[in-house]
């Protein structure tokens, strides 16, 4: 798979975990959200769902107001609604 700016694939052969990693920094804020290819059934299928979000954060963060150089609280709630319903 192409690599992705604030995707990143985890695959150790040791670790309880492979997936998907979305993780993006603005304004002094950082989101992230993991996308494990057993819930969403392959690699494919994790990716697809670790870019949808980072299309609709991408999307969010593009017209959101800062205060006093931070985000709002209303955008951050928006950001987290997304991530949790992913």
Known sequence: ?????????????????????????????????YFSDKKYGGEKESFAAAEGALTALNAILEGAKRVNGKHSAATIRKIEKVLEHV
């Open 1 to 33: 798979m192409k690599s992705i700016k604030n995707l990143t694939r985890f695959t150790y052969e040791t670790a309880a975990f492979q997936g998907w990693r979305l993780s993006i920094s603005r304004a002094g804020a950082v989101f992230t959200k």
